[in-house]
């Protein structure tokens, strides 16, 4: 890896080596028109090729050590991962734009993912014994868990680092060899963060690819891949599925999502809840797949609830990631800046009570990816900004008077990946949580910094297939193996 004074260089990472390639990703500066971050490696499909042979070349000697030994390796590659954060937030919040201290955060999350992960070692090899059941064939099974092979782990640009860590030390601590995608708006502080890591593990254990998609087919299609763990869009989960599905690939999906936060009538709405909610919703800009999409309080507590976003977005200081103050930065991307000033100005022409917060920034900022944050006060629940995911920084905040009512809105949509209840009532939090159909429900509280990370994650529903985390995380990179054994006296004195 190199890093002259003003860009960032990264190359690939296969077998044990690093190798740059004639063609670049230019990643560009979303706060900056035109300003250039750092310069990636564009695999080839040859690129591609070779890593999944790397891959598959280390999977037996890998795949041969005990889970106490993967996990002691696993624990060395990952000493002193701090000693760079500082240097790894900076870039991933000129690459995403999304301030520092957050992305100082991401980085951390891989390392407490990873190290929570390597707790589940004395798991991974549990077996069972089904015993013999009398009348029936003498035979006693015994049920275990054997590893996949060659794995692809794909990642999306807003939280890179840390969603990596939701699968990777899963899969590796389970005996599989791993392939890295790095999102290609935004590779470079996970290529560099994640060589890092592979550096000190065996030769092809763990190898990293940066590209452009459509030279990425390989990393599903190819038959000596397993298995693909994809986070990102719902189109473009329905595109893995679709290509893994010529090659029976497996597939693991994180997808979007359109989280309902519902206040029932007896919320508590002092500053630390509604700093929880605010953070909620507006946390990378809005740019998080769980977070909370839509609100729906109950009709008496309205006022207040948006009287209390309201205050927090008046202090909204759009700016550079980087720069101090700054509170929230740019969009990712020009698409997304489009797509969420639609948003905004479809409720606006539909009549609704659209409060719009914050200055655009000006200067060498103007020709940024920013967008005013907003509130959405009563829509008409038809609206985009109501049954789209908006992955920005609008929030709709719908009122109701039932508690059937809020469970009907809430579970009317194409998403199921989270939810939450807001209620000084453990009865009430209990009965309402359980009705929402989607994978994680907080109650009296929301949002990525708030997940418990030892708990399995996913969605139902379009918000994605399988689940990350925890020891079910394990097993989604395993399949068990039966093996039979006959008792042949018994079965001989069955036969008499």
Known sequence: MSNTATEVRTGLFIGGEERFTPGVLRVADPAKKGAIVGEAAAASAEDVADAVAAAKAAYPAWAGLTPQQRAAHMAEAIAGIADDRDEDAAILSQENGKVRMEAWVDALVFEIRWNLALMLADEVDASKTLPVVPGAIPVSTEVSYQSLGVVTIIVPFNWPIAILAASLPHALLAGNTVIVKAPPSAPLATARLTQRVAEK??????????????????????????KVCFTGSVNGGKRMMEMASKSLTR??????GNDAAVFLEDAILDDAHLDRLFAAIYDTTGQICMNAKRVYVHRSRLDELVAGLSARLERTVLGYGLDEGTTMGPLHSPVQKAFVQDLIQEAKDAGADVREFGSLPDGDLAGGNFVRPAIVVDPDPQLRVVTQEQFGPVIPVIPFDTEDEAVRAANDTWAGLCGSVWTASPEAAQRIGSQLACGYVWVNDHGATRLDLRAPFGGMKQSGMGREQGIEGVRAFQDTRSIATIDPQALAAMAH
């Open 201 to 226: 593990l065996p030769a092809g254990v763990l190898n990293v690819i940066t590209g452009e998609d459509q030279q990425m087919a390989g990393l599903i299609q190819n038959p000596d891949v397993a």
């Open 251 to 256: 597939v693991t999906l994180e997808l979007g």
